[in-house]
């Protein structure tokens, strides 16, 4: 089994910078690649980044810019650092991991809520 921690999130102003955790603990070793997604109320999950096990990375094109990675190579922490925040920002951030098999593993999602 694996189990996704998320931390950080919370409130920031248009501008800001804000920085997400997410640990992995378990059978780490069945991981193929983490990430992020976010949710805005009424819609479904949207692909925010990716990163494969050798470093690779994919965002998605409203963040690319301003969105970067960062964590370890063993897959155990990874890190969404967020800068230039915008109120469209705004949303449910799940860090997720994508087991061999193909299987889907969720954090518990965390809120962040941009002001302008």
């Known amino acids: 089994q694996v189990q996704l921690v998320e931390s950080g999130g919370g409130m920031a102003q248009a501008g800001d910078s804000m920085t997400l955790s997410c640990k992995a603990s378990?059978?780490?070793?069945?991981?193929?690649?983490m990430g992020w997604y976010r949710q805005f109320p009424g819609k479904q999950r949207e692909l925010v980044a990716t990163?494969?096990?050798?470093?690779?990375?994919e965002f998605a094109d409203a963040v690319k810019d301003r969105f970067t990675t960062s964590g370890d190579h063993a897959m155990k922490t990874i890190f969404l650092h967020m800068r230039t925040l915008k109120p469209d920002d705004s949303a449910i951030y799940f860090c997720?991991?994508?087991?061999?098999?193909?299987?889907?593993?969720w954090g518990q999602g965390t809120q962040v809520t941009v002001s302008s």
């Open positions: 997720y991991a994508l087991k061999m098999g193909d299987s889907y593993i």
């Open positions: 990163i494969g096990q050798t470093g690779q990375v």
């Open positions: 378990g059978s780490t070793n069945l991981i193929k690649k």
